[in-house]
Every structure is written in structure tokens, then in C-alpha cells.
């Protein structure tokens, strides 16, 4: 299901924790909501899913204004909040169930539905105990499972790998891996592995403003722009050889790297690439040329660069 931000505002005070948005979301996306704390991302997850209005602008779940027909959306959404909302002196099955008749499930919808949360989140073996005797990943298995309870169109997940250890958190990427083949799904967060191994676009917001928005690979060019490669060249003068890398046509800079080995990080100008140029001058000068790599701009460069001002 499609969700569609239009020029949205929210202010508190004076201060705009989100400041005049748009953006689209297709139906069977994951998109990576990427930002520093306090950047606004909570906020506008708040006012997509309808706990908070918006000063400005409007979003739309399928055909339905978050503005004019708040329940409707209400019903097409899954949330689940950064503050993991259960009732420790619960048991699983009971909070389920609890959970799925807030959402106005019939009752005798409830066993099945429950019965298949259980299996998609992995609640098996914990299924009967309370909710306060489960570990940190099994407790956000199970507000998964509440998000889910009522099959909703759209899932929005804020932080949901927060404080889970290494295993915990592959298993959760898993699952919402899986779950974005079927529905439309948001996830915040500012762990960028986290972005890279779950989400098919990313959305950066900084200060309340959106930065940047695209695949990591499209990201990554439209960062660097210009190849960049690292360059090591045998049987050749360092000096002399770093004369010759720059005075190349293609080549617009030339950066020895520390030590003693002839290793260069070299740019190239915009819109060309200096692989061949670097090749045939190695053949004609007789340099023997052992490594040739492009270096990829990380994603931790972009984010800092775009988020740090």
C-alpha cells in the first residue's frame, strides 16, 4: 500500500522537528528512515501512523488522509514504537490476544491469528511464558507480533534492533526482510549496517529536513561523483611516478598514500575514468602496476557529510 507525505510540518515551540517534507513510499518497500537523534524521524513516524497532527501538510495510507479519516489509517498500520509497548506481567498468548481484540479482531479470528504470529516471529518455544521472563530479542519478537496481529498494509518500526546482541539483531533484519515482500514498511534508525542489510531505499532526514533519498549505491555515486581509485605501481620512482599519475588528461588528483610502498589514491575529472589512462602508462614506462582498486564512498561518509552542519 502506498503512503504519501505532502509538505509536512510539525513544530514544537518555535522549533521544527519537521520542517515542510514530502516523500513517496510504494506498496512493498522497505525504506530506511536514516538520521541522527532528533532529527525528526520519530516525529513524522507518529504523524504517518496518527498519534500526533501535523501543523502543515497531509499524509495519505492508500486512499485514506491521515487528516480526514484518522481511524481508517489507524486500521491499515502496524506500529511499532522505539518504546516497546507490553505488559511484562503478561503472557505472551494473553497479550496477543489482548492486542488483537484492541484492534477490533473477531474472536473467532483471534486463535488463528495469534497461532500465526507465533510461527512468523519465531514464538514458539516461548509462547507460554510471561512477557517479563523473555530476553530483550524475544520481547521485540513479540511487540512485532502486536504491530502485526490485524495483517495491517503498512508497517512502521522505530529503532526496532535497539539493544538486542549481534544474533538478536540478524534475526529481526530477517524477519522484516521477509515481512517487506508482502507489505509496506518503514524503519527508522541510525545504525547504517542495519539500512544496508534490510532496506531497499533510504530516506536521510537531518534537522527536519529530508538530505537525501535512494538506493545506498545511488547514494554513493551521487556522492563521490568523480572514481576515485587506489593505485600501486612497482619498479618506479615515487616522485617520478607521482609526476607522470598527475600529468595524465583524465586524472584530476593525486594523493600519495603514507608509506614507504608507491601507493596513490587517485580522482579522476567528472565523467571519466583513468583505469586505461594508468594502465597504458604503466606498459609504457615499464612500472609493474600490482593494484588497481575503485574505492566506494561509505555510507558512514555520506551520512556524516550530510548530517554534520
Do not use: W
Request: aromatic residues 4%.
Amino acid at each position: 500500500m502506498n503512503i504519501t507525505v505532502e509538505n509536512l510540518t510539525r513544530k514544537y515551540g518555535t522549533q521544527k522537528a519537521v520542517d515542510n517534507i514530502s516523500f513517496h513510499v510504494r506498496t512493498g518497500e522497505v525504506l530506511g528512515f536514516l538520521g541522527p537523534n532528533g532529527a525528526g524521524k520519530t516525529t513524522t513516524m507518529k504523524i504517518i501512523t496518527g498519534l500526533l497532527s501535523p501543523n502543515n501538510g497531509d499524509v495519505t495510507v492508500g486512499n485514506y488522509s491521515v487528516l480526514k479519516e484518522p481511524e481508517k489509517v489507524k486500521q491499515l498500520i502496524g506500529f511499532l514504537p522505539e518504546n516497546n509497548p507490553l505488559y511484562p506481567d503478561m503472557g505472551v498468548i494473553d497479550y496477543l490476544a489482548y492486542s488483537a481484540r484492541l484492534q477490533g479482531i473477531a474472536e473467532k479470528k483471534i486463535k488463528p491469528r495469534i497461532a500465526e504470529m507465533i510461527r512468523v516471529c519465531g514464538l514458539a518455544i516461548e509462547k507460554h511464558k510471561q512477557i517479563g521472563e523473555l530476553s530483550k530479542g524475544y520481547r521485540q519478537r513479540v511487540g512485532l507480533a502486536q504491530a502485526m496481529i490485524h495483517d495491517p498494509k503498512v508497517l512502521i518500526l522505530d529503532e526496532p534492533t535497539t539493544g538486542l546482541d549481534p544474533n538478536q539483531i540478524v534475526e529481526i533484519r530477517r524477519l522484516i526482510k521477509e515481512l517487506g515482500k508482502e507489505k509496506t514498511v518503514i524503519l527508522s534508525t541510525h545504525i547504517l549496517p542495519e539500512v544496508e542489510a534490510t532496506c531497499d531505499r533510504i530516506l536521510i532526514i537531518n534537522k527536519g529536513k529530508i538530505v537525501a533519498d535512494g538506493t545506498s549505491d545511488s547514494l554513493r555515486k551521487q556522492a563521490t561523483g568523480r572514481e576515485l581509485l587506489r593505485v600501486r605501481i612497482e619498479d618506479a620512482d615515487r616522485d617520478r611516478a607521482f609526476m607522470e599519475l598527475h600529468s595524465l588528461e583524465t586524472v584530476a588528483l593525486v594523493d600519495p598514500l603514507p608509506g614507504t610502498s608507491n601507493y596513490f589514491e587517485i580522482q579522476s575529472h567528472e565523467n571519466v575514468s583513468s583505469r586505461r589512462t594508468i594502465f597504458n602508462l604503466c606498459v609504457e614506462k615499464g612500472y609493474t602496476l600490482t593494484e588497481m582498486t575503485p574505492v566506494e564512498t561509505k555510507l558512514e561518509d555520506l551520512f556524516r557529510d550530510l548530517t554534520l552542519n
